[in-house]
């Protein structure tokens, strides 16, 4: 399955992605890193001790050990060493940083370096797309480019997760502790990933084969035992979603299901604010486009609620029907909101109004779950739903009075993630629970055309509706059961 997904806007990507480099630097990191993680295995390991058999059983266990004589060991190691036999005049393994040096590699490398760079090479009129997937209990971020002009989708590359990831969110910031003073270190192109594990990571997308994040906001001092309880330092249970500060860079929101919003400093790697205005998980949380420290989030309490990030006890809330699934604001109208719910209701609300005030609108557009929600970014009053009904819906809400455009349903599943492009007005990424990645030109929909005539749009005299994108893998797996493009439906009226 595909839980979250995240267009990154052409030219933000590295032209040349770098190989891993472990350096002397890096193996300091990670090496931190890796101890970290080990202090966390061992009070796993204190923890499974205490709940073990009682002593009867562990001297029993003892004593079935004994005929392997571990008490000596590290004697018997030692022994080993010494060098007998017909390669003990071999010389000790020795390391060199390349082929080269080795007198022992005899056969180069024929690898020819300049096609491998230029098939890993990004060009400036490339999108990346990326894809929090999990299948077979393996989770990895999966990093696509899609070639507009070309209709090709790919993956250029992939990095091994540690836990199931929930959320994802671009930023340019480099949060690496370690970073240089160049100035140009501070920029860059990252993914920062919420897991089912109560930590942040985030990860340089320009370099191939990564083996550890740039760094992880969460429990890192391991000198002290990680608190059950919620608590002002970190996150206790599962990371939501994320919203990545594009005024004050350096700061990121983090919702979770132990019921907070947390802001996190990433020159730190800190989490300098906690906010507990809601009383159960907080599913959604997101910045104000244009006002650098207004927020919103939405939580299972019912309730959705807008703050300043320096003023955390004046809170403006509005009550809901059901359990909020996601907000999104309005890029086209800065002062109102979007909220998708549990129960297939969208509402639309003005934040100058006051907490508490009747939405604009309320828009029942789907019968379960709306787990997906955007805003085009481009073209104003288009918005995409997607839901576990496994459809996915444009609707035009032009005058405050939604009406829905199209509906399709693309056999991916359960739609968990509904994304717009954000440099061209009518591509949108869709992902669901088959692990599937489809990205659909809506321009080809006669329907959409008509809805959204005002803005340019690629004039087609083909009455034939163009077959979402997918990768190569995924065409084959769908056996090409349907080879006539889909044909153009009638746009229908759905006025709430």
């Not at 990095?159 to 502790?177: G, T």
């Not at 779950?369 to 609707?395: E, H, M, R, Y």
């Not at 509904?418 to 061209?424: E, I, T, V, Y």
Request: aromatic share 8%; proline share 4%; net charge negative.
């Amino acid at each position: 399955m595909i839980s979250a997904i995240q267009w990154i806007r052409k030219g933000a990507a590295a032209r040349n992605p770098k190989k891993y480099d472990l350096n002397d630097e890096e193996y300091s990191r990670i090496s931190q890193l890796a101890a970290e993680e080990l202090e966390d295995a061992k009070e796993d390991l204190k923890a499974a001790e205490a709940m073990a058999v009682d002593s009867t059983e562990k001297t029993k266990e003892d004593d079935e050990l004994a005929i392997y004589n571990l008490d000596n060991y590290e004697a018997e190691v030692e022994a080993s060493k010494k060098k007998v036999g017909i390669f003990s005049n071999i010389k000790d393994l020795t390391y060199h940083e390349n082929d080269e040096e080795d007198p022992y590699v005899t056969l180069k490398d024929n690898v020819d370096e300049d096609e491998e760079r230029q098939e890993l090479e990004v060009l400036p009129t490339d999108n990346m797309l990326l894809a929090a997937k999990t299948e077979d209990d393996i989770s990895q971020l999966e990093v696509y480019i899609y070639e507009e002009n070309q209709d090709n989708l790919y993956v250029h590359h992939d990095i091994m997760l540690p836990s199931f990831p929930l959320c994802l969110e671009w930023l340019d910031y480099n949060a690496n502790p370690n970073k240089t003073k160049d100035p140009n270190a501070a920029t860059g192109n990252y993914a920062a990933i919420g897991t089912f594990d109560p930590n942040i990571e985030i990860w340089d997308l320009d370099t191939i084969d990564v083996m550890f994040p740039e760094t992880i906001l969460g429990h890192t001092d391991k000198s002290k035992k990680r608190l059950k309880k919620v608590n002002n330092q970190y996150h206790v249970d599962a990371i939501m979603d994320l919203s990545w500060n594009k005024h004050h860079r350096n700061f990121l929101l983090s919702s979770s299901a132990d019921g907070t919003v947390k802001l996190w400093d990433l020159s730190t790697s800190k989490c300098v604010q906690s906010y507990t205005h809601h009383s159960d998980k907080v599913q959604s949380v997101v910045w104000h486009p244009t006002e650098p420290t207004l927020f919103v989030s939405g939580s299972y309490d019912k309730t959705v609620c807008v703050l300043d990030a320096r003023s955390p006890n004046e809170v403006s809330r509005w009550t809901l029907p059901s359990d909020v699934e996601s907000i999104c604001w309005d890029p086209h109208n800065s002062s109102c909101f979007y909220v998708a719910m549990e129960n297939g209701l969208v509402q639309y609300f003005d934040v100058r109004q006051l907490g508490g005030s009747k939405a604009l609108f309320t828009l029942q557009a789907h019968d379960d779950a709306v787990s997906a929600l955007d805003v085009n970014p481009l073209v104003p009053n288009c918005i995409a739903t997607g839901s576990t009904d496994k459809s996915i819906k444009v609707w035009n809400t032009t005058d405050n009075k939604p009406s829905m455009v199209t509906s399709r349903n693309f056999e991916l599943g359960r739609i968990f993630s509904a994304q717009f492009c954000p440099d061209s007005p009518f591509q949108l990424a869709i992902a669901g629970s088959n692990g599937k990645m489809h990205v659909w030109d809506m321009s080809s929909n006669a329907g959409i055309r008509q809805a959204f005539r005002h803005h340019t749009l690629a004039v087609s005299s083909s009455t034939e509706e163009k077959k979402p994108v997918t990768t190569v893998d995924d065409e084959e797996d769908d056996d090409m059961e349907d080879d006539e493009p889909i044909r153009e439906e009638e746009m229908e009226e759905d006025s709430d």
